[in-house]
Structure formats: structure tokens, C-alpha cells
């Protein structure tokens, strides 16, 4: 990777008062990172202390993140080197590094996205029951990890050696593949539209065989309709790519601005499902998923389905202890010496499936066939 200085201060002396969107481009590239880093902070809190099931998809996740906060540091030397300014205001002296950060930007955005999908895909084969679903989803994540490889390839060999491509200096060079990176960057667009469809309609599917109130799916189907947007984003992208070769694309740099909310719009949408756990607490959501609250006393029988099915409640003040004479008390003397029990409480749940703690997001879903019962005393 070349080094290019970032200390510009005494080139920068000859022209404080030129014209420049330099803080537009800061302010979304740092505000898109600085969101997405929270949003996926929280994600891996939740998953590995709240949940104990931190996995694949959370790792693949922190690889993505990785990848917009790389791109944000490019920004900023991209912004140091003169972008967001006229070409006729960027000093020559500039225009090799601006043009060598603006190169590095695509392979980690293209790399950032990829990661995103496969994160997804990994997070819904847990959730979904068809072997078709599965099995969709397994060659997502192949076909993610290749299209990955492939599209970093185009990077690297998009001129020998690759330096020419931001040395305009180097006439001997051969960039044959340079010159169809624009193609290239086309066909790649119509690739991420349609695997982001394909990744949005999957978990909608998903979420009408949820458990869960009108409300509940509703606000579900939200989130991941912001898998939409990064969609939209990839379009936008695409309309862009065109201008790059406007010789004050250097102005506003569209496409590398949609290429970012595109990726940041992939991490939102696929982490903000994780935060549930997170939204119930806040919210003090009154919704239990296969769990009775544990009363005192008595206690009650409760017979419910998971998902937070109405159980039949039964009040066990007419149960006695077996040694109780018809007509005793609880406090009267016990046949055999047996000593008196007055203060229990007993919780029976049956649930089909049995997934765990209801405050995974595990558990919204519908569970495989099979009957679990559990029972809790406490005894006071």
C-alpha cells in the first residue's frame, strides 16, 4: 500500500477559502460508521453476554464493520488529498493520492457488502425449517464467497503493475481490465440487486410462520425492509457509475457515497433483528414466549404452546397434601408424623419444541415437531 502524506497543512495555506463539500462527504461517511459500529457493539453484547450464543454470523458481522471503518479512514485521506473540491482547485501534487484512496475505497466497500450477505445467510439458516430454505441459503454463502474472490480479483489485476492505476505517470503499463471496470462495476450492480431481493423476500417469508402478534410482525417486516434501501442504494449506485467520468466527479463523488450508505444500510438491516432481546427489555414488552410468570403461594397450572399461546390457569387452592384428612386445614396434624408443607408454589409449562430463553429471537419462530414439558417448584 503507498504512503502519501497527510500533514497538507502548508500546501493547504494558498487556498483556506476554496469552494468544498469536503464536510458533507465527513459527515456521512463518519456518521454511517459511528451508527453501524453501535448497532453491531450492541449486537455482539447481546448475542455473547445476554444470549450465550455468539456464532458465525455475529464474526463474519465484526469482518464487515471492519470494512466501513476502513472505508471511513479512506474518506478522510480522500478529503486530505482534495476531495469534495472543483478539479480545477486540486493542487497536481494532490491528484496521485486522491486518485490512490478513491481506488482502495471500492475493493473494501465491494469486500464489506459480500460479508454482510453472508453474515445474513448464516443468521437465517438457524431460523428456517425447509430444506429447500437451507439449502438456498448454504449456496448464497458459496456464491457470496466466490463473487467476493472475484470482485477483489478485478481490483487487483486491473492493471500491471496495479500502481499505474493511480500513477498516471506509468504509459507502459497494461490495463486492459481497467478500462472495463466500468462493465464490469455494471454487472456487479445487477449481481448485489438481485442477491439483496432475494435476501429481503427470504426473511419476510420467514417471519409469517412467527408466533408473535400483528404488531409485532409488523415492526419486524420494518427492519428488514431496510434491506429494500440498500437495494434502492445499489441502483443509485449503478446510475452513478456513469459520472465518474465527468472530470469534476471529484466534487461530489456520488458513487463512492452511495456505495458506502449501501453497505451501511446492509449492516443496519441485518443486525437490527439481533437487537430484540434488547427492544423487549426497553420497551417492557408484556408478550412471554413459552414462560408463565412464577406465582406465589399456591401457584397455578398452566398449559400453553410456545409463542406466548393463553394457558388454561387452574387454582391448586382445593390441592391438599396426601396425608391431609378430607376437611383439614393445611395447618392441621399430618397422619405418620408427615410434617406440613404450607408455602410452595408449582409452575407447569408445556411447550413444543422447547428453544430455549425467550429472550433469544430464536424463540419467535416456529418450533419444530414434539412436546416438552417442563416443571418449577419453589419452595418457600
Given at each position: 500500500m503507498a504512503a502519501f502524506p497527510s500533514n497538507l497543512a502548508a500546501k493547504r495555506e494558498i487556498s483556506d477559502h476554496v469552494d468544498s463539500r469536503a464536510p458533507m462527504l465527513l459527515g456521512v461517511a463518519i456518521g454511517l460508521a459511528g451508527l453501524s459500529t453501535l448497532i453491531v457493539a450492541l449486537r455482539c453484547w447481546i448475542r455473547h453476554f445476554w444470549l450465550h450464543a455468539f456464532s458465525i454470523d455475529d464474526v463474519v458481522m465484526i469482518g464487515a464493520l471492519g470494512m466501513a471503518i476502513s472505508t471511513m479512514a479512506c474518506f478522510i485521506r480522500m478529503v486530505e488529498h482534495g476531495a469534495g473540491r472543483w478539479m480545477r482547485d486540486i493542487p497536481d501534487e494532490w491528484k496521485e493520492g486522491l486518485s490512490y484512496w478513491s481506488y482502495i475505497i471500492g475493493p473494501l466497500l465491494t469486500s464489506g457488502i459480500c460479508l454482510v450477505k453472508i453474515s445474513l445467510a448464516f443468521f437465517l439458516r438457524r431460523f428456517v425449517q425447509k430444506v429447500s430454505q437451507k439449502r438456498f441459503l448454504l449456496g448464497m454463502i458459496v456464491f457470496m464467497s466466490v463473487f467476493l474472490v472475484y470482485s477483489i480479483c478485478t481490483y487487483t489485476f486491473a492493471c500491471i503493475p496495479l500502481e499505474a492505476v493511480w500513477k498516471q505517470k506509468l504509459t507502459d503499463a497494461n490495463c486492459a481490465l481497467r478500462n472495463k471496470l466500468l462493465d464490469i462495476g455494471t454487472a456487479n450492480s445487477v449481481v448485489n440487486i438481485l442477491t439483496d431481493l432475494a435476501m429481503v423476500a427470504l426473511p419476510v417469508l420467514v417471519v409469517v410462520d412467527l408466533q408473535v402478534n400483528r404488531k409485532t410482525k409488523i415492526s419486524l417486516v420494518l427492519i428488514?425492509?431496510?434491506?429494500?434501501?440498500?437495494?434502492?442504494?445499489?441502483?443509485?449506485?449503478?446510475?452513478?457509475?456513469?459520472?465518474?467520468?465527468?472530470?469534476?466527479?471529484?466534487?461530489?463523488?456520488?458513487?463512492?457515497?452511495?456505495?458506502?450508505?449501501?453497505?451501511?444500510?446492509?449492516?443496519?438491516?441485518?443486525?437490527?433483528?439481533?437487537?430484540?432481546?434488547?427492544?423487549?427489555?426497553?420497551?417492557?414488552?408484556?408478550?412471554?414466549?413459552?414462560?408463565?410468570?412464577?406465582?406465589?403461594?399456591?401457584?397455578?397450572?398452566?398449559?400453553?404452546?410456545?409463542?406466548?399461546?393463553?394457558?388454561?390457569?387452574?387454582?391448586?387452592?382445593?390441592?391438599?397434601?396426601?396425608?391431609?384428612?378430607?376437611?383439614?386445614?393445611?395447618?392441621?396434624?399430618?397422619?405418620?408424623?408427615?410434617?406440613?408443607?404450607?408455602?410452595?408454589?408449582?409452575?407447569?409449562?408445556?411447550?413444543?419444541?422447547?428453544?430455549?430463553?425467550?429472550?433469544?429471537?430464536?424463540?419467535?419462530?416456529?418450533?419444530?415437531?414434539?412436546?416438552?414439558?417442563?416443571?418449577?417448584?419453589?419452595?418457600?
Open positions: 428488514l425492509s431496510l434491506g429494500l434501501f440498500a437495494c434502492a442504494a445499489s441502483v443509485v449506485r449503478a446510475v452513478y457509475a456513469y459520472r465518474m467520468r465527468d472530470p469534476d466527479y471529484t466534487r461530489r463523488y456520488d458513487f463512492l457515497i452511495w456505495f458506502n450508505v449501501e453497505l451501511h444500510a446492509g449492516i443496519l438491516a441485518a443486525s437490527l433483528p439481533t437487537l430484540r432481546p434488547l427492544f423487549s427489555r426497553v420497551l417492557k414488552s408484556t408478550t412471554k414466549y413459552g414462560r408463565n410468570t412464577k406465582q406465589r403461594g399456591y401457584g397455578t397450572y398452566g398449559t400453553g404452546t410456545a409463542g406466548g399461546g393463553q394457558g388454561n390457569q387452574v387454582e391448586l387452592t382445593d390441592m391438599r397434601h396426601p396425608y391431609c384428612k378430607a376437611g383439614d386445614g393445611s395447618s392441621q396434624a399430618m397422619k405418620h408424623g408427615a410434617t406440613s408443607n404450607t408455602s410452595y408454589a408449582t409452575q407447569i409449562t408445556t411447550t413444543r419444541g422447547g428453544f430455549g430463553d425467550d429472550s433469544s429471537e430464536e424463540f419467535i419462530l416456529t418450533p419444530p415437531a414434539g412436546i416438552t414439558k417442563r416443571v418449577d417448584i419453589v419452595v418457600n
